[in-house]
């Protein structure tokens, strides 16, 4: 059974760090692609960032320089290390080991990340 399990998320001052982990279960870890999304209610999800099995990264524009995705397959995780946040980074982020750029595996709950100003 596929599971992913956000953590991490909080409130914290502009300017401040957080650092998120996934957990997954259910499914093999280390030759997936990972991404980390994150979804503004009434708009599609966005992809912040994502790391290969090889550990090749790309991040969207807006995160560039500030974010920083890693992955450890032994304990089957996924990290987004957030540094330099900003009021626009508050939404919901989601991990993610998509089959296809538009199939996705069952999302986990999601962890909530607030950046007050």
């Known amino acids: 059974q596929v599971r992913l399990v956000e953590s991490g998320g909080g409130l914290v001052q502009a300017g401040g760090s957080l650092s998120l982990s996934c957990a997954a279960s259910?499914?093999?870890?280390?030759?997936?692609?990972w991404g980390w999304y994150r979804q503004v209610p009434g708009k599609q999800r966005e992809l912040v960032a994502r790391i290969t099995s090889g550990g090749t990264t790309n991040y969207a524009d807006s995160v560039k320089g500030r974010f920083t995705i890693s992955r450890d397959n032994a304990k089957k995780t996924v990290y987004l290390q957030m540094n330099s946040l900003k009021p626009e980074d508050t939404v919901v982020y989601y991990c993610n080991a998509p089959y296809s750029d538009s199939l996705f595996r069952p999302w986990g709950q999601g962890t909530q990340v607030t950046v007050s100003s």
């Open positions: 259910g499914f093999i870890f280390s030759t997936d692609v």
